[in-house]
């Protein structure tokens, strides 16, 4: 580590690597923007062994990866990451953190417009405070126009080629300015690049400076600019390799910060004790990888040397000796159950722990409280659920770019690969821990209501929206083989979810809470295996998560006071009658009804499915809309 080549250039929280800066993200630094390098790059030798940092352990997350990615999978792991850097900037935590790259590799003065790659020999780096990483710098060394004081800062150039392959590239500068033909007076052509700011490609213009040849940015733009693209090279500057035969798809040009350059393809599950299971059971499959892999006749020496064993010291040897193979004995049939192409049932422990007659029993991650249902809100809910523990692990299994991914069918968008080496044998996990509130629709209420709404003509609108946002996507797909309405969620989510955003944001207001700070887990089910519940809860790495302040709006007085005013709100919104009156309309593909951002919309963060299957209409009556509610009377 030189005086000014540290290794940290900027910093982000655990959770945004699952969100927006995992692996093969671009993270927009104030002064470049690096790439998050694959899995294969990154270091736990500085961390492995340590008191204070740990892998996360949540067998049934573990087995849904090993159920995509096979066996191999080992380990969820977290971010390399130690504490210190403040205190002792030289210290072991500044050899610790997550590998990047600079990306784009093609940077410009901010002084002359000189176009060049980052590593030609016309600009330096600089990083020479410790202990503010976010000023590390590129600079111009020669440059033509400021030749007296500091350096020129180069900045990255903003453009790069993407494909729905999840294939990412630089721009071809040179190329393009030449119409793909090579520079009449020179074999390295020097570039400038008049960017004039703004988000139009028409406010920025390629110059060869040996030729004098021009080019506007605008040319590549559109439908009309991937004609004049190169074909895709198929690279992955993640992993530093391309694909050797190429790629089919079609290149289109992103932008420095564009939201779809990069989306995250995660598995997410909460940490429920398994109700058919014995304390003991449970105990072992939490602790699995360090307790199976023993025999029984290292259980004495484990129980003195095994941290892992300090959980077991209430039973027996032979005991824990039979859990084991009970656990390993469902292990192995449930994997035989496992699908490579289709993601595991992960909600359905979840939907049966909250809705048992008989509650799990309590553990650190998981506690339950039924606190009953308030007379006035009878015929509303059918069971109302405190859970004052939770804890949420999540999963980064791909990302794809252009397309976001479809949680319910990953096959519809190419996921690209976490590393060189597939499949890993770790993926990056992240662990929360929060409270929540279960609330159960009565299913009688629900039936009666979809036997009215199914065949109205406002569901109708829905679902031809969601056959064309699913024939508009940008994927590629085999023509004949593509079913339009394949995955549609079913008319009772769209009461579910848009009830559930609706108590968001009601709760938001009522006490205190931010409703980024909130998450949402619908249970629905299918037309097969209905389900009527809906879990909200805090999935923030703060103390906000954990303070009660969610728990406490189940207790009956506020739950009751919470839902009157929700539906009371629904009723009206200020963009009324616009808002109201909206149901989605050819060639529109959005999938909303009466809902917007004053009355329905949530951060991204906060909903499952990205502010959409959302309708007022549906749950209270609006205007002339009264037989489609869900609700038709005020509680």
Partial sequence: MTTNHRR????????????????????????????????????????????????ITEPRLLTAVQGIFGKNVKELLPAPWLDGMEQDPRGPAARVGVPTTPFPTWLRCTACNELAPVDSQIFGFENDKPRRPQEARFFH??????????????ITARFMLSCTAGHLDDFPYTDFVHNGTACSTAKQPRLHMDDRGGNRGVNVEIKCVNCSRRRNMGQAMGQRGEENLPRCRGRHPHLGTFEHQGCKCKPKVLVVGASNQWFAQNL??????????????????????????????????????VPAFHELTSWTDAEIAEAVERVRARKEGESQQESEHDYPDLRTPEWEAFSAAQLPDRTEDFTLHRCGVPTELDGYYADVVQAERLREVRALIGFTRLDAPDPEDPGLVT??????????????????????????????????????????????????????????????????????????????????????????????????YSSANLSERIYAGTEDDPRSGILLYTAVPDAEGTLGGLVSQAEPDRLVRLTRRAL????????????????????????????????????????????????????????????????????
């Fill in 8 to 55: 940290h250039v900027g910093s982000v929280r655990p959770s945004h690597l699952m969100f927006t800066s995992g692996v093969g993200a671009l993270v927009d630094l104030p002064n470049f923007s690096v790439l998050v390098r694959g899995l294969d790059d990154w270091n736990y030798n500085e961390v492995r062994g340590r008191d204070d940092w740990k892998t």
């Fill in 141 to 154: 060394k020669q440059c033509g126009v400021k030749k007296s004081g500091k350096p020129p800062l180069a």
């Fill in 268 to 305: 997410s599950v909460l940490a429920v004790p398994r109700t058919e299971a014995s304390e003991l059971e449970n105990k072992v499959e939490q602790q699995w990888n360090a307790v199976s892999t023993l025999p029984v006749a290292m259980y004495p020496y484990a129980r003195e040397n």
């Fill in 415 to 512: 996921r690209a690969p976490l590393a060189r080496s597939m499949p890993p044998q770790w993926v990056p996990a992240s662990e929360v821990r929060g409270e929540g509130v279960f609330l159960r629709v009565p299913e009688d209420l629900l039936r009666e209501w979809e036997n009215r709404v199914s065949g109205s003509q406002a569901m109708q609108h829905h679902r031809q929206a969601y056959a064309e946002f699913r024939k508009n996507r940008y994927s590629d797909r085999i023509p004949g083989d593509f079913d339009e309405m394949r995955h549609w969620p079913g008319v009772r989510y769209l009461a579910l979810h848009t009830l559930s955003h609706l108590l968001i944001r009601t709760i938001a207001l009522e006490c205190g």
């Fill in 568 to 635: 009371a709100d629904a009723r009206r919104c200020s963009s009324d009658p616009l808002c109201a009156e909206r149901l989605p309309q050819p060639p529109a593909d959005f999938l909303h009804g009466a809902a917007c951002h004053v009355c329905l919309f949530v951060s991204e963060t906060t909903c499952e499915r990205g502010n959409r299957f959302l309708d007022r209409r549906f749950v209270v009556p609006i205007d002339e809309h009264e037989d489609l509610a869900l609700y038709r009377e005020q509680p």
